[in-house]
């Protein structure tokens, strides 16, 4: 979720990212280039992000550690950039996401028991998918758990009720992931798919009732592609917790999961085994797709020494 944006509010340590599109008649398919529009409409109106890196094809991150230059760029995107860049500040930059789940009312009731209402954005139940074999769809139906949006980017971990006699836990909201139900790959459903059906049984193509061996669609492992054990499954949870208790973007998380990957790869592969790469399955399906590397952070001093 992203919401277009005026500027950013309020300061905390750390980045503040913005999220920075090409409108669609200035992208085009390869993402190298589209990174170099995206650094050329900057640099024209002298907008130096710390860190710029690709989050898709057509869509990049800039962070700022400060508010002012953040603020700033949004600014000047909106202003004299407008057909070429969109820009958006990012959900986490100003907003954090939990989940209270010992409250045992309903949330007018939470509401008027709160102590302080200033920083809450939004509060709701939290749903939970439920498969209905009968009609073959699936219903969201309501639990007892609220989920709430809080401004800042830190989430407070309890909420005074009751005039302060006492505290609510808020932990962080750890995301579902979702699997679909047609191709059984992660990150999407069933109702956007554009890939063939599948047999989550064989992992061939979808036909009826199976006998076949069990291999994933996802990993080729020897169980079925809705094993909640699957390495690839794992992987996508993963990014999910480092979402949500760093409160960071998908894209963020799937950077941080990556580099870490990354560096014990290369310590293994220097000292242990050279020819014995080790690498985690390659189709981490739909989000699995290696990120775009931009090469290493680049700082605005050294962006406008070059500039001299
Ligand atoms: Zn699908
Ligand atoms: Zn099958
Ligand atoms: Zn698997």
């Not at 992208?27 to 907008?47: E, F, P, Q, S, T």
Request: proline share 4%; net charge positive.
């Amino acid at each position: 979720m992203e919401m277009q944006s005026i500027k950013i509010e309020t300061d905390y340590m750390g980045y503040k990212t913005l999220r920075c599109k090409l409108v669609p008649n200035k992208d085009c398919d390869k993402k190298g280039k589209n990174y170099v529009k995206i650094m050329m409409a900057l640099h024209k109106i002298r907008c130096f992000p710390d860190v710029l890196v690709m989050d898709q094809f057509n869509l990049a991150s800039l962070k700022f550690k400060e508010i002012t230059e953040a603020n700033l760029c949004i600014e000047k995107i909106n202003k004299e950039l407008q057909d070429i860049l969109k820009v958006y500040i990012d959900r986490c930059t100003i907003t954090s996401k939990g989940v209270i789940t010992d409250w045992p009312f309903n949330i007018q009731e939470l509401w008027e028991a709160l102590e302080s209402r200033d920083d809450i954005v939004q509060l709701e139940k939290m749903k939970r998918k439920v498969y209905n074999p009968e009609k073959k769809e699936s219903l969201f139906k309501e639990t007892d758990n609220i989920i709430i949006m809080m401004k800042g980017n830190r989430l407070a971990t309890k909420l005074k009720i009751y005039e302060g006699m006492g505290y609510l836990k808020v932990r962080p909201y750890i995301e579902t992931v979702k699997q679909c139900y047609n191709c059984f790959r992660f990150g999407h459903m069933k109702t956007v798919c554009k890939r063939e059906a599948k047999c989550p049984v064989c992992g061939a193509e979808a036909h009826g009732l199976c006998n076949e061996p069990l291999k994933c669609c996802n990993c080729d492992g020897s169980h079925r592609s809705t094993y909640k054990g699957c390495s690839v499954y794992q992987r996508n949870r993963d990014i999910k917790v480092i979402m949500a208790y760093d409160n960071v973007s998908y894209h963020d998380a799937v950077r941080m999961i990556t580099d870490q990957e990354e560096t014990s790869e290369v310590r293994y592969d220097r000292y242990e085994a050279r020819m014995r790469s080790p690498r985690l399955p390659v189709s981490y399906a739909d989000i699995g797709k290696q990120p775009f590397k931009v090469s290493g952070e680049v700082t605005p001093e050294k962006r406008r020494e070059e500039v001299k």
